[in-house]
């Protein structure tokens, strides 16, 4: 596992219909190997494997639908 | 590049493990077990996805250590009492030297992830114990018995016995703790309950 292609961030994705929300476009993106979000956690952090995308790209995605998220720092 | 760091991993490990015992699966997080190791709750998501994904991996990892040490110099082959012997010793040596873990896969087993885990269990684990037990029947050292009998008289004086020494009192809160003397006279209280002869 190449670490270095996973980006992590803090959203508020917290219901399944906001993951519903965001899901459209994070499932159809070609360069999207893979990503979950954890709804049980606080920061609902959103995971996103990718190994050309950086984290401005996703966070410009996720905002366009409406969702907050930011990067969270390792 | 990002390198993953093996003492880190590890860390994260030990002390998802102590967080489940200590607050249960309800009561542990993410960030909860970031805090505790020190460490940011991204670092944690880079290894895994989620919470779910964690205390997976955890658990099946944590499993197929613990069937390795318990195959550890066992032959299925051997006479039944040897066999036997070398489980219980290795079982034991298990419980006695990891406290935390032991009680770690007593919360697994009420959960939800213990499906999981189990299925890890199969494999080399089953199939020398299947074989094992399938020998002595063969060799006429044990009669033929319901899987569940079988296991209720082989093992569970000696988790009875683990558990009084891990809590440290036995029935009625009175002091306990294992030592050799205790532990083979059951041992061979259950050879003598398994062996066909006993009947008589």
């Not at chain 2, 699966?25 to 960030?31: D, L, M, Y």
């Not at chain 2, 006479?79 to 489980?87: A, K, M, P, T």
């Amino acid at each position: 596992m190449n670490t270095e292609h996973i980006l992590v961030f803090r959203s508020n994705i917290k219901t399944a219909s906001d993951r519903f929300a965001v899901e459209r476009v994070l499932d159809s993106h070609p360069h999207i190997d893979q990503w979950t979000v954890d709804c049980d956690d606080t920061d609902c952090v959103l995971r996103v494997v990718s190994s050309k995308l950086t984290h401005k790209q996703v966070i410009a995605m996720v905002t366009k639908c409406g969702y907050n998220c930011e990067e969270l720092i390792d | 590049m990002r390198i993953r760091n093996e003492e880190k991993v590890q860390l994260v490990k030990q002390k998802a493990i102590e967080l489940v015992v200590s607050d249960g699966f309800e009561g542990f997080s993410v960030n909860k077990l970031a805090k505790a190791c020190g460490i940011s709750v991204a670092t944690i998501y880079i290894y895994y996805k989620d919470k779910d994904d964690l205390i997976t991996q955890i658990a099946v990892e944590e499993a197929k250590r613990m069937s390795d040490l318990t195959l550890e110099g066992f032959d299925p082959e051997s006479s039944f009492s040897e066999g036997l012997r070398v489980q219980w010793v290795n079982r034991a040596k298990y419980v006695m030297n990891n406290p935390t873990s032991s009680a770690f896969f007593e919360q697994l087993r009420t959960s939800t992830y213990q499906e999981q885990m189990m299925q890890c269990l199969i494999g080399r684990f089953k199939e020398s114990m299947t074989l094992f037990v399938q020998n002595a029947i063969k060799k006429g050292e044990i009669n033929e018995m319901p899987m569940e009998v079988y296991w209720s008289v082989a093992f569970a004086p000696l988790y009875s016995l683990l558990r009084f020494h891990t809590e440290g009192r036995s029935i009625g809160g009175k002091p306990f703790f294992m030592n050799d003397d205790i532990l083979w006279k059951t041992f061979d209280l259950v050879i003598m309950a398994l062996s066909p002869q006993s009947k008589n």
